[in-house]
Every structure is written in structure tokens, then in C-alpha cells.
């Protein structure tokens, strides 16, 4: 089960209802999603979603780690690359926090030397896979993956429940969905790894 709860104060309920409405359901759905990718990512697989992160026993034939105190190299990308099977290359892409992309990734382009990561139509690619943007990724590192190998179930539409909560003057949104998923392959998944020993 996927919650969010939002408190809305009297006074924004009386806007028009249709601009109301749109602003509960935006509102609503976004921070469902958020949640949603966050389990997709880092799920415990106990009472939620099994995340990526728990595709596979992470270890030198499925995973680069980078030193505590080193940075990332070229080189550990090819490695991470050169992980993933073929046979995933044509859905792979890579998935990442923005900040890692821009503190990590971005400063080992070398024109001179590779072209490592390109800005293609708005979307960024490293070696070819385009990068998605995720802040719920833990910061430095990344996955390389067929996220078409990930089945997710949502089985359930989001449902709104609603009240008025008298102590604060404020009606209470809860927006709730069933939501479970799993790697179904986690061959199809490599982790960029910074050790934090």
C-alpha cells in the first residue's frame, strides 16, 4: 500500500472547484509518483516493493566500486559497461541523482580524449545510454540497467479519501494505491557502487 497525505487549508478549498480539483490531483499524483520511484529504486521487498537495488548480491561480477576517498574514472565507466550483458544494451540506460551526473559524470568529458557525455535533444547520454534523473538515487551512485526487466503491479487505481479536521481548519487528502514490484531479471542490472568504508 503507496500513501500520501496532504492538508489543504479552508481557504484554498474555495478556489473554483475545477482549478481545485486539478490542483488535489497534480498535487496528489506527483508526490504518488515520487514514492512510487523511490520503491522502484530502493525497495525492501518487506510490506513494499523490491527495488533495483535488491536485483542482485552486488559484487565484483555485477558492480564497480569506487574507493571512499577516490573519484570516478573513465575507465570505471567502461568497466560498469562492460558488466551489463548484451543482450540488455538496447533498453539499457543509465538511472542517477542529478548531482552525481553533474559532480561525478560530467567532469570526465575530455573532448580531446572521448566523448563520454553528450546533450542530445534535452536528454543526456553517457556512452550512448540515455541517463534518467532521479534524486531518490543515493548520491555518487548509479545504475545501469533494462528497467523493462523491472515488473511493477499497480493494481489498484489511487484512490482519495477525504475529512475535515476541525483543531485545524483544514480539509485531509490521503491518496492511496496498491503498488508491488520486482527485478524479474537481475542480470539485467549493474550498480556503480562508492564505498563508504
Known sequence: EVTKYIQVSKTVKRMAIPAFEAFLVQTLGEALARLLVKRIISGSGSSQATGIDKANTWDATNSVTVAKAASLTAQNVMDLIGLLPGGYDHNAKFLMSKKTLFTDFIPLQDKSKNDLVVLQNGVYHIQG???????????????????????????????????????????????????????????????????TA
Open 129 to 195: 545510454y540515455p541517463v534518467l534523473l532521479d534524486d531518490s538515487m543515493t548520491l555518487h551512485e548509479a545504475f545501469l540497467g533494462d528497467l523493462t526487466k523491472y515488473i511493477g503491479n499497480l493494481s489498484e487505481e489511487i484512490n482519495v479519501t477525504s475529512d475535515f479536521d476541525l483543531k485545524t481548519n483544514s480539509y485531509e487528502y490521503l491518496g492511496a494505491a496498491m503498488f508491488d514490484g520486482k527485478p524479474a531479471m537481475g542480470e539485467a542490472f549493474v550498480k556503480l557502487i562508492k564505498a
